[in-house]
């Protein structure tokens, strides 16, 4: 473990080396020449893998230990962190807690309970003038967003609304028919007439479906259930990142950025 300065005249925080998964896709660009992205909020690591896998170099920041983030990690307080650091980055991205913004926490109001972060995390990312992305979830006050959801992506099985916003242009893939998902739910009608492993889950905190299943279906295979809970399939970050590339390798930073990605 090392150590080094990133907040704000802080006391040194926390880096956590590199641990390699053996079932992670492996990328054809070494470390050195791929972009450097900013993994702000990241938990265990779901959006920041889909980076990784579009081809960036990924260092995740979460303010929680994160023992099963997969990359290089700083134990910091996002809004925290020394401006200069997180300009360092060729582009940002933030996932900032959905507890105030989820339909969930509005219908059980508990919603004032969680912090509102998107207005200062988008003022803090906008004075880097690099690249960024929020994401959150439906509900959440964010600017021309786009949706992502698991029936954009043949390789997922779950229904998972996720909101982008972006300094740059996100296509999204044609959106599809929710189809049903499995229930453990007695009281529907379709209980016991779908499979956890071939059908739609919808991965939340009551769950309706094992651990086994719901990582099968989002294409996540070291996470606990509350860690998933909380995460992005990679795919969704993966189809961001190759769009955040191509914008990098136009407007660039210069011939270092240019040189890197080519
Ligand atoms: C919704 S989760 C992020 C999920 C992640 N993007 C993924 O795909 O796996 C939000 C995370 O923000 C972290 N967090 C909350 N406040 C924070 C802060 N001020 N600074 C850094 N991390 C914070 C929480 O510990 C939590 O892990």
């Known amino acids: 473990m090392a150590e080094a300065r990133v907040g704000r005249g802080k006391a040194p925080v926390k880096i956590f080396s590199y641990r390699a998964q053996e079932t992670r896709k492996r990328n054809t660009r070494s470390a050195a020449q791929r972009p450097r992205l900013l993994d702000l909020f990241c938990c265990a690591g779901g959006a920041g893998i889909g980076y990784w896998q579009a081809g960036f170099e990924v260092v995740g920041v979460d303010i929680r230990p994160q023992r099963n983030y997969p990359l290089p ?7 925290a962190l020394d401006p200069a650091f997180v300009a360092s980055f060729d582009a940002i991205h933030a996932s900032p807690p959905c507890q105030a913004y989820s339909d969930l926490a509005k219908r059980n109001r508990n919603a004032d309970d969680g912090p509102r972060l998107i207005e200062p995390v988008r003022e803090m990312l906008m ?7 929020i994401e959150n979830v439906d509900g959440a006050p964010l600017l021309n967003a786009v949706v992502l959801c698991g029936t954009m992506f043949p390789e997922l099985r779950v229904l998972r609304h996720r909101l982008f916003e972006a300094n740059f242009t996100i296509l999204a893939p044609p959106h599809k028919k929710h189809p049903r998902v499995h229930t453990f739910d007695r009281r529907k009608s379709h209980f016991g007439k779908t499979d956890e492993w071939k059908d739609f889950v919808q991965v939340t905190g009551g769950g309706n479906c094992t651990l086994a299943a719901a990582r099968h279906a989002m294409g996540i295979d070291w996470m606990t259930k509350t860690e998933i809970n909380e995460s992005i399939p990679p795919a969704y970050t993966n189809l961001v990142g190759k769009q955040l590339l191509r914008h990098i390798s136009f407007v660039g930073r210069g011939p270092k950025v240019l040189r890197r990605i080519a």
């Not at 990690?73 to 809004?79: G, I, K, R, T």
């Not at 004075?127 to 992305?133: E, H, M």
Request: net charge positive; aromatic share 14%.
């Open 127 to 133: 004075k880097t003038g690099r690249p960024y992305v």
């Open 73 to 79: 990690f700083v134990q910091a307080d996002a809004l």
